[in-house]
C-alpha cells in the first residue's frame, strides 16, 4: 500500500469509526443531559428570579439523543414493514 493510498483513506476510517462509536454510545446511553437545563431540570423564568421546570425536558433533566432517535426511527420502519 502506497504512502498517498494510506492518508487519503484514513479520514474515511477516522469517519466510520466516529461513527460506530456514537451508534455504540447512542445503545448503551441513549439520554444525554438536556442542554437547555444543563441537565438540571428546571430552569430560570425571563424575570430570573423563579426557576420553573425545563419545557424541553419535563423537568427530568435527560433528553434523547440525536441518534437514538434514527435508531428508534429505523426499528418502526423495519417493524411496519414486518406487518
Known amino acids: 500500500m502506497d504512502p498517498r493510498d494510506l492518508l487519503a483513506t484514513a479520514p474515511c ?3 466510520a469509526a466516529l ?3 456514537y ?4 445503545v448503551a446511553a441513549p439520554f444525554g443531559r438536556c442542554r437547555t ?6 430552569k430560570r423564568s425571563p424575570l430570573g428570579r423563579l426557576r420553573r421546570e ?6 427530568t433533566g435527560l433528553r434523547l439523543r440525536v441518534g437514538r432517535h434514527a435508531i ?12
Open 13 to 15: 476510517l477516522i469517519l
Open 19 to 21: 461513527t460506530l462509536g
Open 23 to 26: 451508534l455504540a454510545l447512542c
Open 37 to 42: 437545563c444543563k441537565g438540571t431540570g428546571r
Open 54 to 59: 425545563c419545557r424541553r425536558c419535563a423537568g
Open 72 to 83: 428508534n426511527h429505523i426499528k418502526d420502519e423495519y417493524q411496519a414493514a414486518k406487518r
